[in-house]
Structure formats: C-alpha cells, structure tokens
C-alpha cells in the first residue's frame, strides 16, 4: 500500500484484525466487539467461552504469524445496514448488530463497510493493509489480557480485552519491549515500596496516600522550596477549607459541569451519632469535598473593594483537593482521589496579562528544569470555532486571550502544537506535558484563562477613572499535583533522586560498634551543615550495610573504621561512582553542601 503519515495506525488495526481471526480460529464460538488501533499498538475486544489465561497469548500469536504467512488480501466491499444486520446476525455476532443499528439511526448512514480477509468477516471503516502478509511476523506482539464492559458499560456484559503491540520491523518492536521493561523497572509503586517512601492501604481507602518518613521528608523539601520560589517571584499564600457550601459550588458553577468527579454531599447539620441513631437533623447545612481552590480564592479577593493599584494579585495555595474517580482507573501517585494540587491564581487588568502570562511560563521552565525535566512538550488549546456557544466568556475576550497566549508562547520560543476544540469551557489554556527519560509525556504543569468565575462571582477592581471594571483571571499549576508530580520523579529516577532531593543523602556506616561514637560525632558535623544523615550501627557486617544503601538508593555511603578516625576522615562511597577513598571531613561537607546548592 503507498506509504502514508498514519501508515502505523493502519499497520496496528490489520494486526487486530489478524488477532480476531486467530481468536476465532481457537474458539469458534467467539463472539467480537471492537477491534481498534491504539497507541503503540491495538486491541480486540471478545466474548468467549472460557476464561483467558497468559499462556494463551504465545498460541494465538503463533496462529497469527500462519495467517500472516498465508497472504490473504484485505477486500472491502459496502453493503447496506440492513444487509449487514442479516449477514452478523446470521453469524451469531450481536456486538456487530448492535453497532450497525446505531448507524442506522443515522439517515446519513445507508451503508456500512465490510472488510474479508480468508474467512474472517469484520464490520470496520479501515482503512487496511492490501494484505495480511504485509505485517512482519516478527514485529508484533499480544502483550496482556484484561476486563472490558461492552460500550465502557458497567451494566453490560465483561468482555475480554487482548491488548498488542506492532511496529514496522523487529528492531522497533525490540526498542519498544526494551522500553517498557525499563518502565517497569522504575515503575513508582514498585519503587516506593521498596524505598519505603509511601503506602495506599485498602483500609483507608482506594486512592488516598500514605506518606512514609522518607516520602514525607522528600515532600517537605519540594514544598520548602515551592513556598521559597512562590515568595520569590511575588506570590503570597493563602489557605482554605477541604469542603465548602453547596452554594458555593452552585455559584461557582461546579454543581452543574463538574458533578461527574465530585462526590456526593456531606450532611453536616448533625453528628454520625445522630445520623446513626436515625434523628433528623435540626438544620440542613450541606457541604461538599472540594474539588478546586478557585472559588476559595475568588471569596477571598471579594471580601473587599480592590484597586487598580493592588493589581496583581498573586495568591498560591498547596492544598488537597478530592476529585472523584472510578476505582479501576486508579494508579499509585499519578491517579488518585485526595492530591495536593499546587494551585494558584493571578488577578489582574487586561493591560498587565501578557507580562503575567510571560512570568508564569517563566517560572514553569525554572519549576521543571530546576527538577531535572530539560525536555517537555507544549500543547495551546483552543476553542472549537463551530461551537463557540459552549464556552463562557464573550468574543473579544477569547480572540484576545488566544491570541495573546500563542503570542507569548512564540517570544518564550515554546515548540507548542495547537489543538482546537480542547479549551476548558472556561478558557484557553497551555498545557506542559514533560517527557521523562524514557520519552514519556506526563501532564504536570497548566496555565489557564477563566472567564467563568470572574462573571459568576462579580468580581471587578476600580480602575483609574474609578470605575468598575472586570479583571482577567488566570489558573496555573508547576506540579499539576504534588503526588503525580513525585510519581514522575521517581520514575524519572528510578528513585536515584538529586543529592539535593534525596530524603536521605548520607549514611554513615560504622565498621563495628567501636566506631558509633565517632559515627555519631560526624552525624552532628553534617546536620550543623544541614545535610541529611542516617547512622547505621545495626549488628550487620560493613558488606550488608553498603549493599543496602545502594538498594535505598543513598547518594553517599560513609564508612568509618580505626583508620578514619586516626585520620579525622570518612571512607567515601557516591552512588554511581563508588569508592572514592578516603575524604577529610570538612572537605566533604564542602562538596556535599556544593551539589546541594547548585541542585544536583
């Protein structure tokens, strides 16, 4: 076939249908759903007459390379919805009839596409390869089985979902494994178990973290310096409550277009004894978790008449925020229901949105470079010019916040890539989706317009004719949220953090217990230079103790016996460098606090 830009996606979505007709060659009975290409690969979805098990993959891989070796040609032919309800219900096939009476309940819709490769039949729009010998036998592979709901569904059937990767060649195919089996070595839930650094218990609840001492500790050393960068770059702090008001959340609009990941209203005009013991309560008082700081803040700069004058304002918040989420999309720090969103909120005149939309991209590039994220991709999004009545806000104000977005990503030499229609309802937006090292996107940093709560609250300044005027509002996050973002981290690092962001960033491993006094004395020496130290004197031989600080990950390991302390020095060992002899103390206090200072 000629060689076109979506020539993988076609690749991925032949390879499914090769899947199907090797599921169906097992077990004829199968009954299929759909069968679409994704990223990096495809996937099938079936009902079948057994439960699948891992070692069925390998057979239905061998089963598609014979299909693949038999050539058959993809032939597409049309046929009318009528026609083709006849044709998959003759075949037993429900999910395809399902869909194609979708389709006819578009006028539009008169015909359906079919596509025959041997025997198998399958309803699909393709396109497709000419023919099944065109994938490489090689270069794919089926890599996991899963649940599916037919239609994303809950209330109808489990289906079995077959997931698969496939590429061009068996050399990109190899790259990719080779990538996902790094991925799973650095994967963070793996890692933070191991590091002990954070834990999610059942018994507190699906999607609420725990913060281990060492997680704990790595969390108070990016908040420290959060706070120290926002004062810095002239933010003030404020905080507010985890619930607010149902008219607050009325007002705000969130009761309306963000039901779907709030949680249901908390009843506070009783106790749980009350409530238990079935009274009713003497006042309704309703609340509800918050999912947002926005309309906290909002409150805050309308507690009294601002001025021109004031503008900016700048108020930043680290606060936990409660957004509902379906259990199974729930995944260790980087899907959650309870996150520190590192939230805040600029106010300010149409006069000054450009320099505030310059500063904050600024202090992105400064947050996630200063963290070791050099490399990030920039998505402006905008509105869907067909339906323009579905966004907040009025004309001259979207024309004028696009345009100055993409204006100040051009002069900040941003490579962003547009995407229409993907505004929030309330505004444009930027979205920094930084690529870890293994070249994965993650969505962490956000910079937003909102003309929805500056209307819905009436928030206005006095401007210099001392008139009422409406100010601009902008949203932004560096972190996104504090338990993606150390999700990321630790995968970035495979837990090997920066000596500055270690939690622990030196042991001190004394040789026998003769030496823990003088472990001790040099524990002291480097918490007067605060430096983070941990005194191993456990009954273990010198051996064990190194080789668990390289498992923990523990930038220095300092080994201290007679001859160190005849020489008032420390035997140096630096994760990924190993010995590097013995050091005086003072002079490694000066190279430690160095790399702390510089962040590396």
């Known amino acids: 076939m000629k060689k076109e830009q979506n020539d993988l996606d076609v690749l991925r979505h032949s390879t499914a249908h090769v899947l199907a007709a090797a599921v169906l060659e097992m077990f004829p009975e199968t009954k299929f759903a759909i069968g679409p290409n994704i990223e990096d690969g495809f996937y099938y979805d079936f009902e079948l007459p057994r439960t699948l098990i891992p070692e069925d993959l390998p057979l239905l891989e061998e089963k598609m390379r014979a299909i693949i070796k038999a050539n058959h040609p993809f032939e597409k032919s049309s046929v009318s919805t009528k026609k083709a309800i006849e044709l998959f219900d003759k075949a037993k096939q429900p999910y395809k009839v399902d869909l194609i009476k979708d389709l006819e309940k578009d006028e539009a819709a008169k015909e359906v596409s079919i596509y025959k490769s041997g025997p198998f039949v399958d309803l699909c729009r393709g396109p497709h390869l000419d023919s099944a010998g065109e994938i490489k036998a090689d270069a794919f592979k089926l890599t996991k089985i899963a649940g599916a709901y037919w239609r994303g569904d809950a209330k109808n059937k489990m289906l079995q979902r077959i997931y698969g990767v496939a590429f061009e060649n068996k050399k990109d195919l190899a790259a990719y494994l080779t990538k996902i089996e790094e991925a799973a070595k650095r994967d963070h839930r793996k890692i933070g178990k191991e590091m002990e650094l954070f834990i999610i218990d059942q018994t507190v609840g699906a999607g609420l973290v725990m913060w281990q001492p060492k997680g704990a500790l790595l969390w108070r050393i990016m908040e420290d310096f959060w706070h120290a960068e926002h004062l810095k770059n002239g933010y003030e702090l404020v905080r507010t409550p985890h619930i607010g008001s149902r008219q607050l959340w009325e007002t705000s609009g969130h009761w309306g277009f963000y039901a779907d990941s709030m949680y249901p209203v908390l009843e506070v005009g009783q106790s749980l004894n009350d409530a238990k013991a079935g009274k009713k309560a003497e006042s309704k008082e309703e609340y509800l978790l918050k999912p947002m700081n926005c309309p906290f803040h909002v409150l805050i700069y309308n507690s009294r008449v601002r001025s021109y004058r004031e503008l900016p304002v700048r108020w930043a918040e680290s606060a936990t925020v409660y957004r509902y989420e379906k259990s199974g999309e729930l995944s260790g720090l980087t899907r959650v229901r309870g996150f520190a969103q590192d939230d805040a909120h600029i106010v300010c005149p149409k006069s000054q949105v450009k320099e505030e939309l310059s500063r904050v991209v600024d202090f992105i590039k400064h947050m996630l470079g200063t963290f070791g994220f050099k490399d990030y991709a920039v998505y402006l999004s905008l509105r869907d010019p067909a339906n323009k009545e579905k966004y907040a806000g009025h004309e001259e104000g979207w024309k ?164 160190e302390i005849a020489a008032d020095s420390v035997a140096v060992r630096q994760r990924g460098q190993g010995d590097l002899g013995a050091i005086k103390i003072d002079e490694f206090i000066k190279k430690i606090t160095t790399e702390i200072k510089n962040k590396s």
């Open 400 to 563: 004028f916040t696009e345009e100055i977005l993409e204006e100040v990503a051009k002069e900040k030499k941003l490579d962003y890539k547009k995407e229409i229609g993907e505004a929030a309802f309330y505004g444009p937006k930027l979205d920094f989706k930084i690529k870890d090292c293994l070249g994965r996107e993650w969505q962490c940093s956000t910079l937003q317009f909102d003309f929805n709560l500056p209307e819905r609250f009436d928030m206005t300044f006095a401007n210099e004719k001392g008139e009422k005027e409406r100010p601009y509002m902008l949203h932004r996050a560096l972190f996104g949220s504090f338990e993606r973002f150390i999700g990321v981290l630790i995968e970035h690092y495979a837990g090997a953090f920066p000596v500055w962001l270690a939690p622990e960033q030196v042991w001190l491993l004394p040789i026998s217990d003769k030496h823990i006094d003088y472990a001790n004395k040099v524990a002291d020496q480097l918490r007067a230079a605060n430096i983070r130290v941990v005194v191993r004197n456990e009954s273990e031989t010198i051996g064990k103790k190194i080789r668990t600080g390289e498992t923990q990950k523990v930038p220095y390991l300092l080994v201290m016996g007679d001859k």
